[in-house]
């Protein structure tokens, strides 16, 4: 039973391009939903999180998209560049044990020129 | 200042012998938390340790152990090993809270043959 979906499994896209990454969760005991950024040989770095009362955040060219009633948020990326080439999963955890991370399958990201 | 260390980074074992894995938390974190990375898929939770006991465990069999040292470092333990427990294994510090997010080190890729 996956917990966390997550769309596309893969996803290309141009330099300059927008990249769109699609989550959907069922448990609404989840409180917290951050995005993991992934490396080749890397560890998973937190990208950008956000919380179920705000349905927007922005940090820099990247933005969450959260619906609290859908059970669905995105990760849009702005201005892909080759560098962004990573794995991404989006996650969810619960209020009881926020290091609990429950992650999504992963969306491989390729970026070029 | 040091991110998570684990050690060994990479390990071959043979199927039915023991594995131990070690981690070091980001100095000041007092969580440690543990999980399964197979190749092409999210991470998967298997431990939480706060203060040296255990906090949190994933649906893991009870091959799988782990202790926290009262240095806050951490070791996991895997027992007769099978074939299917070939996979990356993340070492995680902090997020106890919203907001405060996992730190995770560059893992141990175990290859069970």
């Known amino acids: 039973q996956q917990q966390v979906k997550q769309s596309p499994q893969s996803l290309i896209v141009q330099k300059g391009g927008i990249s769109i990454i699609n989550c959907a969760y069922e448990?609404?005991?989840?409180?917290?939903f951050p995005w993991y950024q992934q490396f080749p040989g890397k560890g998973p770095a937190l990208l950008i999180a956000?919380?179920?009362?705000?349905s927007e955040k922005k940090e820099g060219r990247f933005t969450i998209s959260f619906n609290k009633s859908a059970k669905q948020f995105s990760l849009h990326i702005m201005d892909s560049q080759p560098g962004d080439s990573a794995t991404y999963f989006c996650?969810?955890?619960?209020?009881?044990?926020?290091?609990?991370?429950?992650f999504g399958p992963g969306t491989s990201l390729s970026v070029i020129p | 200042d040091a991110g998570v260390t684990q050690s060994p980074t990479h390990l071959i074992k043979t199927r039915g012998q023991h594995v131990t894995l070690r981690c070091s938390p980001i100095?000041?974190?007092?969580?440690v938390s543990w999980y399964q990375q197979v190749l092409g898929q999210g991470p998967q939770f298997i431990f939480q340790?706060?203060?040296?006991?255990?906090?949190g465990r994933g649906n893991f069999p009870d091959r799988f152990s782990a202790r926290q040292f009262p240095n806050y470092s951490s070791e996991l333990n895997v027992n007769a090993l099978l074939l299917g427990d070939s996979a990356l294994y993340l070492c995680?510090?902090?997020?106890?809270?919203?907001?405060?997010?996992?730190?995770f080190g560059n893992g141990t890729r175990l290859t069970v043959t």
């Open positions: 448990n609404t005991a989840f409180d917290y």
């Open positions: 340790y706060y203060e040296k006991e255990e906090r």
């Open positions: 100095s000041g974190h007092k969580s």
């Open positions: 996650a969810a955890s619960p209020k009881t044990s926020y290091d609990k991370v429950i």
């Open positions: 956000i919380r179920p009362d705000v």
């Open positions: 995680a510090s902090g997020g106890m809270r919203a907001g405060s997010p996992l730190h």
